[in-house]
């Protein structure tokens, strides 16, 4: 006997390429009806369209002795001296925005630094094409609320549009010396979506003006026909002007700004340049163990993380063949019981790794809510030929 037909009709999925090296981001704006994104179907299910520094003392906790007894002495040498040091939490952010690059990881990171105290020193080391308009947003907002605590700094690998909006929120930025940034351009497919284009421009003029930087400078990332420009005196002020006609000419009409490591340092639009940890760590004034702590905290969470995705990208595949070949040899129940077997793991990968569901695997909210469907018909198919005359049962 073989599972009953359940309805899985393709649909279309909201699908974003981000490109393989200096590319635009591709949005996906839910706000905006307006935004359709490059749409594939999946061959088995469809988804559903889906720098200040602040520092402060570290707080010190209450101190209580047993009853007739004397309290206990504060905590000196090297107790008390680990209680002041500050912690520096490096988070690797690799991928696209909305799976590799999320802001649930950066609150992950928040926690823990909260749990020390104010001034912990947060690094998000990105390296990303680009992404999802709907998690840059809460990528905004949870940034904003981080640096009101901590000293947030982005290191740029590679932050094209949607990894460049995300860095645009810290208040100190450093580049590798090959790094890019720039190019926040809103495209459907390979199209720029000029509807939301002046919206669009506010909007990182707005993450530039929130990092510390010259609000002239986002329009230019955005729309190719802003041109952008500067003069630096002796003593290293820089003025910004929107137009190719003063000494340094940082985006021409017809041409989307990205910076390199060499301009971004010269205009004071990044702080630096860094090759290594260590030397970021020295460029920040971080590196002397006696009042900092070098914690692993961050690398473990972005860790854990990637590892899952890889794992989803693996597995689910092969679920999704083997619930329609496993069994199907012994038929009756136990074809029955392997396809259960297999909708519910799918369902459960979806639990842990939605955004690799949805967004690479092609297995939305939709598709989930089937899989629970014929799971429930599945189960009954069980019990009736359980209940059935052996002769009856098919296996």
């Given at each position: 006997?073989?599972?009953?037909?359940?309805?899985?009709?393709?649909?279309?999925?909201l699908?974003?390429?981000?490109?393989?090296?200096?590319?635009?981001?591709?949005?996906?704006?839910?706000?905006?009806?307006?935004?359709?994104?490059?749409?594939?179907?999946?061959?088995?299910?469809?988804?559903?369209?889906?720098?200040?520094?602040?520092?402060?003392?570290?707080?010190?906790?209450?101190?209580?002795?047993?009853p007739?007894?004397?309290?206990?002495?504060?905590?000196?040498?090297?107790?008390?001296?680990?209680?002041?040091?500050?912690?520096?939490?490096?988070?690797?952010?690799?991928?696209?925005?909305?799976?590799?690059?999320?802001?649930?990881?950066?609150?992950?990171?928040?926690?823990?630094?909260?749990?020390?105290?104010?001034?912990?020193v947060?690094?998000?080391?990105?390296?990303?094409?680009?992404?999802?308009?709907i998690?840059?947003?809460?990528?905004?907002?949870?940034?904003?609320?981080?640096?009101?605590k901590?000293?947030l700094?982005?290191?740029?690998?590679?932050?094209?549009?949607?990894?460049?909006?995300?860095?645009?929120?810290?208040?100190?930025?450093?580049?590798?010396?090959?790094?890019?940034?720039?190019?926040?351009?809103?495209?459907?497919?390979?199209?720029?979506?000029?509807?939301?284009?002046?919206?669009?421009?506010?909007?990182?003029?707005?993450a530039?003006?929130?990092?510390?930087?010259?609000p002239?400078?986002?329009?230019?990332?955005?729309?190719?026909?802003?041109?952008?420009?500067?003069?630096?005196?002796?003593?290293?002020?820089?003025?910004?002007?929107?137009?190719?006609?003063?000494?340094?000419?940082?985006?021409?009409?017809?041409?989307?700004?990205?910076?390199?490591?060499?301009?971004?340092?010269?205009?004071?639009?990044?702080?630096?340049?860094?090759?290594?940890?260590?030397?970021?760590y020295?460029?920040?004034?971080?590196?002397?163990?006696?009042?900092?702590?070098?914690?692993?905290?961050?690398?473990?969470?972005?860790?854990?993380?990637?590892?899952?995705?890889?794992?989803?990208?693996?597995?689910?595949?092969?679920?999704?063949?083997?619930?329609?070949?496993?069994?199907?040899?012994?038929?009756?129940?136990?074809?029955?019981?392997?396809?259960?077997?297999?909708?519910?793991?799918?369902?459960?990968?979806?639990?842990?790794?939605?955004?690799?569901?949805?967004?690479?695997?092609?297995?939305?909210?939709?598709?989930?809510?089937?899989?629970?469907?014929?799971?429930?018909?599945?189960?009954?198919?069980?019990?009736?030929?359980?209940?059935?005359?052996?002769d009856?049962?098919?296996?």
């Open positions: 006997m073989t599972p009953k037909k359940q309805g899985m009709n393709p649909m279309n999925q699908w974003l390429h981000a490109p393989v090296s200096v590319g635009p981001w591709r949005w996906l704006r839910v706000a905006a009806c307006v935004w359709v994104a490059l749409a594939v179907a999946s061959p088995i299910f469809a988804s559903a369209t889906q720098g200040t520094k602040p520092s402060a003392a570290p707080p010190t906790g209450k101190q209580t002795g047993a007739a007894k004397a309290a206990p002495a504060k905590n000196t040498g090297k107790d008390a001296a680990a209680e002041t040091k500050k912690h520096v939490f490096m988070l690797p952010l690799d991928g696209m925005v909305g799976i590799g690059l999320r802001h649930d990881e950066m609150e992950k990171v928040e926690q823990i630094a909260d749990k020390i105290g104010p001034g912990q947060i690094i998000l080391r990105i390296n990303s094409n680009g992404g999802l308009v998690e840059g947003d809460m990528i905004a907002e949870s940034l904003t609320r981080i640096k009101q901590h000293r700094v982005a290191w740029i690998e590679k932050a094209i549009s949607g990894g460049a909006f995300t860095a645009l929120w810290c208040d100190e930025m450093y580049f590798m010396p090959e790094a890019a940034l720039g190019s926040i351009t809103m495209l459907t497919g390979r199209t720029e979506v000029s509807a939301v284009r002046e919206e669009w421009k506010e909007r990182v003029a707005e530039c003006a929130g990092g510390g930087r010259d002239l400078i986002g329009p230019a990332m955005v729309h190719s026909e802003v041109e952008l420009s500067y003069e630096k005196t002796p003593d290293g002020k820089v003025t910004f002007y929107p137009d190719a006609k003063h000494t340094y000419v940082l985006s021409r009409s017809n041409e989307n700004l990205d910076f390199n490591a060499q301009n971004a340092e010269h205009c004071g639009f990044s702080d630096g340049t860094a090759k290594t940890e260590a030397d970021l020295k460029s920040l004034g971080v590196d002397d163990p006696d009042k900092y702590v070098i914690s692993d905290g961050g690398k473990k969470i972005a860790a854990e993380w990637q590892k899952l995705i890889k794992d989803c990208k693996e597995k689910v595949p092969l679920l999704l063949r083997k619930r329609d070949i496993e069994g199907t040899s012994e038929g009756g129940v136990t074809q029955l019981q392997a396809r259960i077997k297999n909708n519910q793991a799918i369902i459960d990968w979806f639990k842990k790794c939605r955004p690799e569901m949805v967004y690479e695997l092609g297995v939305g909210d939709q598709a989930i809510e089937r899989l629970k469907e014929e799971n429930e018909e599945l189960r009954k198919q069980v019990k009736e030929l359980q209940a059935a005359p052996r009856n049962r098919g296996n």
